[in-house]
């Protein structure tokens, strides 16, 4: 009689200071404590994506074509070789004018091989972009730029 007694004594006596357990670091479920909210963006921000292509060897001809809403900038380029790739006009400053002066720089990127220079023809890239009539608020000129050259337009 005097075992049973003692084991529920033991039984009680445990599960009352199970209470205390729970919040104790023996408790495996307290060993790594509640989560927390991080975010993944650097505190100085994310940087830039940096453009490794180069700049057209010489824009050809340029034209701004007005549509409602806004203008599309077209330019054509000659490269040195053949086989240049991904052109590209990139706006400076965010797209925003500096003094009614909006300048986008004709971006493309070098063959992955040895190409061969045949005739200027062959070697004729063209790009454009779409600006919309907000984007043109106080511009006076747009110009693009190549590595020899640029060719601008005037309002």
């Known amino acids: 009689m005097i ?8 039984v009680v ?9 729970r919040e104790s670091r023996v408790n495996p479920f307290n060993w790594f404590g509640q989560s927390q909210e991080e975010t993944l963006a650097p ?7 940096l453009d490794n ?10 034209a ?5 809403g806004g203008a599309i900038i077209r330019a054509e380029g000659i490269t040195p070789t053949q086989g240049w790739w991904d052109a590209e006009l990139v706006a400076e400053n ?18 992955r091989t040895e190409t061969r220079v045949s005739t200027p023809q062959s070697r004729s890239v063209s790009a454009a972009v ?26």
């Not at 075992?3 to 033991?10: D, F, G, I, M, T």
């Open 130 to 155: 779409r600006i919309s009539d907000r984007r043109l608020e106080g511009v006076r000129m747009i110009v693009v730029r190549g590595a020899e050259n640029a060719r601008s337009v005037r309002r």
């Open 94 to 111: 965010d797209g925003r004018p500096v003094d009614g002066v909006l300048t986008y720089d004709f971006r493309i990127a070098a063959p």
């Open 64 to 68: 701004v074509e007005r549509f409602p």
């Open 43 to 49: 505190r100085t921000g994310w940087r830039r994506e």
């Open 3 to 10: 075992r049973p007694l003692l084991a529920s004594a033991v």
């Open 53 to 62: 292509r180069a700049l057209v060897a010489q824009v050809s001809d340029m």
């Open 13 to 21: 006596f445990s599960l009352s200071g199970c209470d205390s357990v």
